[in-house]
Protein backbone atom coordinates (compact mmCIF):
# COMPACT_ATOMS: atom_id res chain seq x y z
CA UNK A 1 0.00 0.00 0.00
CA UNK A 2 1.43 3.59 -0.88
CA UNK A 3 0.43 4.81 2.36
CA UNK A 4 2.25 1.80 4.62
CA UNK A 5 5.26 2.73 2.17
CA UNK A 6 5.73 6.28 2.24
CA UNK A 7 5.39 5.88 6.14
CA UNK A 8 7.41 3.16 6.98
CA UNK A 9 5.88 1.34 9.21
CA UNK A 10 8.14 -1.19 10.13
CA UNK A 11 10.80 1.23 10.79
CA UNK A 12 8.61 3.19 13.36
CA UNK A 13 7.52 -0.13 15.44
CA UNK A 14 11.02 -0.95 15.37
CA UNK A 15 12.60 2.51 16.07
CA UNK A 16 9.82 3.11 18.90
CA UNK A 17 10.76 -0.01 20.58
CA UNK A 18 14.01 0.54 20.88
CA UNK A 19 13.00 4.15 22.08
CA UNK A 20 12.65 5.03 25.53
CA UNK A 21 8.57 4.52 26.99
CA UNK A 22 8.74 8.41 27.36
CA UNK A 23 9.84 8.78 23.78
CA UNK A 24 8.13 6.58 21.83
CA UNK A 25 5.39 9.30 20.73
CA UNK A 26 8.10 11.09 19.47
CA UNK A 27 9.08 8.50 16.88
CA UNK A 28 6.27 8.56 15.38
CA UNK A 29 6.02 12.95 14.88
CA UNK A 30 9.60 12.83 13.99
CA UNK A 31 8.94 9.99 10.72
CA UNK A 32 6.08 12.19 9.86
CA UNK A 33 8.22 15.29 9.78
CA UNK A 34 10.86 13.42 7.53
CA UNK A 35 8.84 11.36 5.55
CA UNK A 36 5.99 14.11 5.08
CA UNK A 37 7.37 17.30 6.33
CA UNK A 38 5.04 17.72 8.35
CA UNK A 39 5.10 20.33 11.07
CA UNK A 40 3.37 21.29 14.63
CA UNK A 41 2.64 17.58 15.21
CA UNK A 42 1.77 16.98 18.44
CA UNK A 43 -0.38 14.25 20.09
CA UNK A 44 -3.20 15.24 22.53
CA UNK A 45 -4.77 12.98 24.96
CA UNK A 46 -8.40 12.52 25.98
CA UNK A 47 -8.98 12.89 30.00
CA UNK A 48 -10.40 10.38 32.05
CA UNK A 49 -13.91 12.74 32.04
CA UNK A 50 -13.65 12.96 28.67
CA UNK A 51 -13.86 16.79 28.70
CA UNK A 52 -10.85 17.70 27.97
CA UNK A 53 -7.91 16.84 25.56
CA UNK A 54 -4.63 17.18 27.25
CA UNK A 55 -1.30 17.91 24.51
CA UNK A 56 1.28 15.26 25.62
CA UNK A 57 4.81 17.35 25.43
CA UNK A 58 8.14 16.21 23.11
CA UNK A 59 10.41 14.16 24.96
CA UNK A 60 12.71 15.99 27.26
CA UNK A 61 9.96 18.12 28.65
CA UNK A 62 8.49 15.06 29.94
CA UNK A 63 8.11 16.79 33.79
CA UNK A 64 5.76 19.21 32.74
CA UNK A 65 2.80 16.35 31.46
CA UNK A 66 1.47 16.75 35.45
CA UNK A 67 1.28 20.41 35.37
CA UNK A 68 1.69 23.34 33.01
CA UNK A 69 0.49 21.37 30.05
CA UNK A 70 -2.17 22.88 27.18
CA UNK A 71 -5.63 21.82 27.55
CA UNK A 72 -8.11 22.02 25.63
CA UNK A 73 -12.13 21.77 26.12
CA UNK A 74 -13.60 18.92 23.98
CA UNK A 75 -17.17 20.53 23.64
CA UNK A 76 -17.95 22.35 20.09
CA UNK A 77 -13.74 21.74 19.27
CA UNK A 78 -12.24 19.93 15.89
CA UNK A 79 -10.91 17.38 18.54
CA UNK A 80 -14.74 16.66 19.40
CA UNK A 81 -15.96 16.16 15.86
CA UNK A 82 -12.45 13.51 14.83
CA UNK A 83 -13.13 12.16 18.06
CA UNK A 84 -17.39 11.41 17.60
CA UNK A 85 -16.50 10.15 13.74
CA UNK A 86 -13.72 8.80 13.61
CA UNK A 87 -12.45 10.08 10.60
CA UNK A 88 -9.57 12.52 9.88
CA UNK A 89 -10.70 16.47 9.28
CA UNK A 90 -8.16 18.31 6.80
CA UNK A 91 -8.31 22.08 6.63
CA UNK A 92 -6.57 25.05 5.48
CA UNK A 93 -4.02 25.80 8.03
CA UNK A 94 -4.01 30.05 6.46
CA UNK A 95 -0.59 29.33 5.19
CA UNK A 96 -0.74 27.02 1.89
CA UNK A 97 -0.61 24.23 4.17
CA UNK A 98 -3.41 21.54 5.24
CA UNK A 99 -3.52 20.99 8.96
CA UNK A 100 -4.88 17.60 9.50
CA UNK A 101 -6.07 15.54 12.59
CA UNK A 102 -6.55 12.18 13.25
CA UNK A 103 -8.50 9.70 15.72
CA UNK A 104 -5.94 7.69 17.70
CA UNK A 105 -8.27 4.59 18.50
CA UNK A 106 -7.49 1.05 19.81
CA UNK A 107 -10.27 -1.67 19.22
CA UNK A 108 -12.83 1.05 19.99
CA UNK A 109 -10.67 3.20 22.83
CA UNK A 110 -10.75 6.54 21.74
CA UNK A 111 -6.94 7.40 23.52
CA UNK A 112 -6.37 10.95 21.53
CA UNK A 113 -5.80 12.76 18.64
CA UNK A 114 -2.47 13.50 16.35
CA UNK A 115 -2.66 17.00 15.19
CA UNK A 116 0.03 18.30 11.96
CA UNK A 117 0.51 20.47 9.45
CA UNK A 118 1.56 18.89 6.13
CA UNK A 119 2.53 20.97 2.86
CA UNK A 120 -0.25 19.18 0.74
CA UNK A 121 -2.94 16.08 1.44
CA UNK A 122 -3.41 13.76 -1.73
CA UNK A 123 -4.80 10.31 -1.08
CA UNK A 124 -1.70 9.33 0.22
CA UNK A 125 -0.42 11.50 2.53
CA UNK A 126 -3.77 11.13 4.25
CA UNK A 127 -3.22 7.63 3.65
CA UNK A 128 0.20 7.77 5.71
CA UNK A 129 -1.32 9.89 8.27
CA UNK A 130 -4.35 7.52 8.98
CA UNK A 131 -1.58 4.76 9.12
CA UNK A 132 0.42 6.74 11.82
CA UNK A 133 -2.00 7.38 13.64
CA UNK A 134 -3.20 3.90 14.00
CA UNK A 135 0.68 2.54 14.89
CA UNK A 136 0.75 5.22 17.51
CA UNK A 137 -2.11 3.65 19.44
CA UNK A 138 -0.28 0.38 19.25
CA UNK A 139 2.44 2.19 20.63
CA UNK A 140 0.77 4.14 23.78
CA UNK A 141 -1.37 1.02 24.79
CA UNK A 142 2.37 -0.99 24.79
CA UNK A 143 4.26 1.69 26.13
CA UNK A 144 1.60 2.84 29.15
CA UNK A 145 2.84 0.01 30.96
CA UNK A 146 6.18 1.14 31.62
CA UNK A 147 5.76 4.71 32.32
CA UNK A 148 3.83 7.19 34.29
CA UNK A 149 4.18 9.71 31.59
CA UNK A 150 0.34 8.79 29.47
CA UNK A 151 -1.25 8.30 32.85
CA UNK A 152 -0.56 11.66 33.89
CA UNK A 153 -1.42 13.00 30.38
CA UNK A 154 -4.65 12.02 31.18
CA UNK A 155 -5.19 13.65 34.41
CA UNK A 156 -6.64 17.65 34.14
CA UNK A 157 -7.16 17.35 38.45
CA UNK A 158 -5.69 16.24 41.20
CA UNK A 159 -6.29 12.92 42.40
CA UNK A 160 -7.31 12.20 45.86
CA UNK A 161 -6.03 8.43 47.49
CA UNK A 162 -9.68 7.45 47.09
CA UNK A 163 -9.54 8.46 43.42
CA UNK A 164 -6.18 6.98 42.33
CA UNK A 165 -7.44 3.72 43.91
CA UNK A 166 -10.54 3.84 42.26
CA UNK A 167 -8.99 4.60 38.82
CA UNK A 168 -6.54 1.73 38.64
CA UNK A 169 -9.99 -0.70 39.35
CA UNK A 170 -10.68 0.02 35.88
CA UNK A 171 -10.14 -1.62 32.92
CA UNK A 172 -7.19 0.70 30.68
CA UNK A 173 -9.76 1.01 28.14
CA UNK A 174 -13.31 2.32 28.53
CA UNK A 175 -14.73 0.99 25.15
CA UNK A 176 -14.25 -2.38 23.50
CA UNK A 177 -15.42 -3.12 19.97
CA UNK A 178 -15.83 -6.68 18.75
CA UNK A 179 -17.69 -8.57 15.93
CA UNK A 180 -20.76 -9.14 18.23
CA UNK A 181 -20.72 -6.27 20.29
CA UNK A 182 -19.33 -2.11 21.19
CA UNK A 183 -18.97 -1.86 25.15
CA UNK A 184 -18.82 1.48 26.53
CA UNK A 185 -18.09 2.29 30.01
CA UNK A 186 -17.83 5.47 32.46
CA UNK A 187 -17.50 6.59 35.67
CA UNK A 188 -18.13 9.79 37.03
CA UNK A 189 -16.78 10.41 40.46
CA UNK A 190 -18.14 12.35 43.58
CA UNK A 191 -16.98 14.80 44.97
CA UNK A 192 -15.98 12.30 47.83
CA UNK A 193 -15.85 9.30 46.14
CA UNK A 194 -18.27 6.47 46.42
CA UNK A 195 -16.73 3.54 45.76
CA UNK A 196 -18.62 2.79 42.07
CA UNK A 197 -16.27 0.15 39.56
CA UNK A 198 -16.97 -1.21 36.19
CA UNK A 199 -14.51 -4.17 34.93
CA UNK A 200 -14.95 -6.58 31.69
CA UNK A 201 -13.33 -9.03 30.31
CA UNK A 202 -13.16 -11.10 27.14
CA UNK A 203 -12.83 -14.69 26.45
CA UNK A 204 -12.80 -17.30 23.29
CA UNK A 205 -16.45 -17.56 23.43
CA UNK A 206 -17.75 -15.59 26.80
CA UNK A 207 -18.13 -11.65 27.44
CA UNK A 208 -17.67 -10.94 31.36
CA UNK A 209 -19.16 -7.65 32.74
CA UNK A 210 -19.56 -6.63 36.16
CA UNK A 211 -20.73 -2.78 37.66
CA UNK A 212 -20.10 -2.75 41.04
CA UNK A 213 -20.92 0.00 44.27
CA UNK A 214 -19.05 -0.56 47.36
CA UNK A 215 -21.07 1.54 50.44
CA UNK A 216 -19.83 4.14 51.89
CA UNK A 217 -17.59 7.20 50.53
CA UNK A 218 -13.77 8.00 50.64
CA UNK A 219 -10.82 5.52 51.02
CA UNK A 220 -13.00 3.27 52.97
CA UNK A 221 -15.46 2.86 50.19
CA UNK A 222 -12.36 2.54 47.39
CA UNK A 223 -10.46 -0.51 49.79
CA UNK A 224 -14.08 -2.09 49.74
CA UNK A 225 -14.07 -1.61 45.77
CA UNK A 226 -11.04 -2.94 45.72
CA UNK A 227 -11.15 -6.06 47.36
CA UNK A 228 -14.57 -6.71 45.31
CA UNK A 229 -13.62 -5.98 42.07
CA UNK A 230 -10.09 -8.59 42.87
CA UNK A 231 -12.34 -11.72 44.38
CA UNK A 232 -14.51 -11.42 41.02
CA UNK A 233 -11.49 -11.50 38.58
CA UNK A 234 -9.42 -14.08 40.82
CA UNK A 235 -12.72 -15.95 40.67
CA UNK A 236 -12.99 -15.37 36.89
CA UNK A 237 -9.38 -16.25 35.77
CA UNK A 238 -9.65 -19.36 37.35
CA UNK A 239 -12.27 -20.61 35.47
CA UNK A 240 -15.10 -20.44 37.95
CA UNK A 241 -18.83 -19.60 37.01
CA UNK A 242 -20.96 -16.48 37.65
CA UNK A 243 -22.52 -17.89 40.69
CA UNK A 244 -18.94 -18.63 41.71
CA UNK A 245 -17.40 -15.22 41.34
CA UNK A 246 -20.42 -13.82 43.35
CA UNK A 247 -19.87 -15.93 46.46
CA UNK A 248 -15.91 -15.27 45.82
CA UNK A 249 -16.93 -11.17 46.41
CA UNK A 250 -19.20 -12.30 49.48
CA UNK A 251 -16.78 -14.30 51.00
CA UNK A 252 -13.63 -12.01 50.35
CA UNK A 253 -15.80 -8.54 52.18
CA UNK A 254 -17.33 -11.00 54.75
CA UNK A 255 -13.71 -12.35 55.62
CA UNK A 256 -11.70 -9.06 55.19
CA UNK A 257 -13.76 -5.90 55.94
CA UNK A 258 -16.84 -4.23 57.23
CA UNK A 259 -19.33 -3.12 54.60
CA UNK A 260 -21.57 -4.05 51.79
CA UNK A 261 -21.18 -3.55 47.78
CA UNK A 262 -24.04 -3.87 45.27
CA UNK A 263 -23.80 -5.25 41.81
CA UNK A 264 -24.62 -6.96 38.75
CA UNK A 265 -22.21 -9.92 37.33
CA UNK A 266 -23.21 -10.82 33.41
CA UNK A 267 -21.44 -13.70 31.92
CA UNK A 268 -22.81 -13.58 27.97
CA UNK A 269 -22.16 -16.32 25.50
CA UNK A 270 -20.97 -14.87 22.39
CA UNK A 271 -22.09 -17.24 19.78
CA UNK A 272 -26.10 -17.19 21.24
CA UNK A 273 -26.38 -13.70 23.29
CA UNK A 274 -27.48 -15.80 25.79
CA UNK A 275 -26.88 -13.99 29.34
CA UNK A 276 -26.89 -15.22 32.64
CA UNK A 277 -26.94 -12.16 35.04
CA UNK A 278 -26.51 -11.96 39.29
CA UNK A 279 -28.41 -9.05 40.53
CA UNK A 280 -27.00 -8.26 43.75
CA UNK A 281 -29.53 -5.15 44.57
CA UNK A 282 -28.48 -2.93 41.52
CA UNK A 283 -30.66 -0.61 39.66
CA UNK A 284 -32.46 -2.42 37.24
CA UNK A 285 -30.64 -2.29 33.65
CA UNK A 286 -32.78 -0.86 30.92
CA UNK A 287 -33.10 -2.67 27.38
CA UNK A 288 -33.62 -0.71 24.34
CA UNK A 289 -35.18 -2.95 21.71
CA UNK A 290 -36.51 -1.48 18.37
CA UNK A 291 -38.15 1.83 19.11
CA UNK A 292 -38.57 0.57 23.19
CA UNK A 293 -36.85 0.80 26.42
CA UNK A 294 -37.97 -1.15 29.02
CA UNK A 295 -36.96 -1.89 32.56
CA UNK A 296 -35.82 -5.51 33.13
CA UNK A 297 -37.67 -6.88 36.11
CA UNK A 298 -35.16 -8.56 38.26
CA UNK A 299 -34.97 -10.41 41.27
CA UNK A 300 -32.60 -8.76 43.31
CA UNK A 301 -30.49 -11.10 45.83
CA UNK A 302 -28.46 -9.34 48.70
CA UNK A 303 -25.48 -7.64 48.36
CA UNK A 304 -22.16 -8.95 48.68
CA UNK A 305 -20.76 -8.53 52.26
CA UNK A 306 -24.21 -8.74 53.48
CA UNK A 307 -24.40 -9.85 57.08
CA UNK A 308 -27.14 -12.33 56.95
CA UNK A 309 -27.04 -15.65 55.00
CA UNK A 310 -27.49 -15.32 50.92
CA UNK A 311 -28.19 -17.07 48.35
CA UNK A 312 -27.16 -15.60 44.94
CA UNK A 313 -29.17 -16.69 41.50
CA UNK A 314 -28.53 -16.40 37.77
CA UNK A 315 -31.09 -14.96 36.03
CA UNK A 316 -31.63 -15.54 32.06
CA UNK A 317 -31.45 -12.96 29.21
CA UNK A 318 -31.71 -13.35 25.36
CA UNK A 319 -29.99 -10.93 23.74
CA UNK A 320 -31.22 -10.11 20.31
CA UNK A 321 -29.90 -8.65 17.51
CA UNK A 322 -29.84 -4.56 17.70
CA UNK A 323 -30.57 -4.49 21.70
CA UNK A 324 -28.64 -2.23 23.75
CA UNK A 325 -28.44 -3.02 27.23
CA UNK A 326 -27.88 -0.10 29.37
CA UNK A 327 -26.16 -0.91 33.27
CA UNK A 328 -25.75 1.64 35.72
CA UNK A 329 -25.22 2.61 39.73
CA UNK A 330 -27.77 4.30 41.75
CA UNK A 331 -25.62 7.70 41.43
CA UNK A 332 -27.27 7.75 38.31
CA UNK A 333 -31.01 7.89 39.35
CA UNK A 334 -30.67 9.11 42.96
CA UNK A 335 -31.32 12.56 44.61
CA UNK A 336 -30.84 15.65 41.92
CA UNK A 337 -29.78 12.86 39.35
CA UNK A 338 -33.33 11.83 39.25
CA UNK A 339 -34.51 14.74 37.45
CA UNK A 340 -33.23 12.75 34.52
CA UNK A 341 -35.22 10.84 32.45
CA UNK A 342 -32.84 7.82 31.81
CA UNK A 343 -34.71 5.72 29.44
CA UNK A 344 -35.81 9.05 27.52
CA UNK A 345 -32.37 9.88 26.93
CA UNK A 346 -31.38 6.31 26.13
CA UNK A 347 -34.15 6.13 23.44
CA UNK A 348 -32.90 10.15 22.12
CA UNK A 349 -29.12 8.18 21.38
CA UNK A 350 -29.94 4.93 19.78
CA UNK A 351 -28.45 6.04 16.85
CA UNK A 352 -25.19 7.35 18.60
CA UNK A 353 -22.02 4.90 19.46
CA UNK A 354 -21.96 3.36 22.72
CA UNK A 355 -19.15 5.78 23.54
CA UNK A 356 -21.73 8.94 22.84
CA UNK A 357 -24.28 7.19 25.07
CA UNK A 358 -21.79 7.02 27.73
CA UNK A 359 -20.84 10.28 27.61
CA UNK A 360 -24.70 11.77 27.04
CA UNK A 361 -25.58 10.21 30.16
CA UNK A 362 -23.39 11.02 32.67
CA UNK A 363 -23.08 14.57 31.52
CA UNK A 364 -27.07 15.10 31.93
CA UNK A 365 -26.40 13.60 35.28
CA UNK A 366 -23.32 15.90 36.52
CA UNK A 367 -25.73 18.97 35.07
CA UNK A 368 -28.43 18.05 37.32
CA UNK A 369 -26.25 18.05 40.35
CA UNK A 370 -24.55 21.44 39.08
CA UNK A 371 -21.29 19.74 38.63
CA UNK A 372 -21.27 18.13 42.72
CA UNK A 373 -22.29 14.21 42.37
CA UNK A 374 -23.23 13.43 45.75
CA UNK A 375 -22.15 10.00 44.76
CA UNK A 376 -20.34 8.22 41.48
CA UNK A 377 -22.56 8.14 38.95
CA UNK A 378 -21.32 4.82 36.64
CA UNK A 379 -23.06 3.80 33.27
CA UNK A 380 -22.25 1.02 30.83
CA UNK A 381 -23.82 0.53 27.59
CA UNK A 382 -23.65 -2.54 25.80
CA UNK A 383 -24.69 -3.32 21.69
CA UNK A 384 -25.25 -6.46 20.62
CA UNK A 385 -25.03 -7.43 17.11
CA UNK A 386 -25.30 -11.19 17.51
CA UNK A 387 -23.33 -14.27 17.13
CA UNK A 388 -21.07 -13.12 14.08
CA UNK A 389 -17.84 -14.01 12.79
CA UNK A 390 -15.90 -11.74 10.88
CA UNK A 391 -14.66 -7.83 11.41
CA UNK A 392 -15.33 -6.24 14.77
CA UNK A 393 -18.10 -3.19 14.22
CA UNK A 394 -16.65 0.32 14.36
CA UNK A 395 -18.60 4.18 14.01
CA UNK A 396 -21.30 4.20 12.59
CA UNK A 397 -21.54 0.41 12.06
CA UNK A 398 -18.85 0.24 9.36
CA UNK A 399 -16.35 -2.33 9.79
CA UNK A 400 -12.79 -2.46 10.36
Keep these: MAGEESLGLDDVLKAAEDAAPVESVDVVARNLEKRLSATEVSFLFVDILGQEAVRLPRAGRAGEACAQVERVGLAGSVYERVLRTQR??????????????????????CIGVLDMVV?????????AVVQAAHALAYIVVTDRRFTDLYHCGRRTTTMSLAAEIQHQLLPTAP??????????????PADDVGGD?????????????????????????ALLATLTVNALRGARRAGRGLLDQAYAAHQAITDNARGMTTGQLLRIELETGACDLVNAGRPRPLLLRGDRVEE????????????????????RLQLNRGDRLVLSTDGMQERRAAQVDLPSLVLDTRDAHPREV??????????????????DATVLVLDWYGGCSGQRRTNGGSNT
Design 197 to 221: SYDYALDQNILHVSVTDAMGHDTAS
Design 88 to 109: LHQEDDGEGGRRLVTPVTNRGD
Design 119 to 127: PHADDSVLD
Design 296 to 315: LVLKANLPFGALAPVTYEAQ
Design 358 to 375: VRALTTAVQEACGDHLPD
Design 175 to 188: CCEAAQFTLACGLA
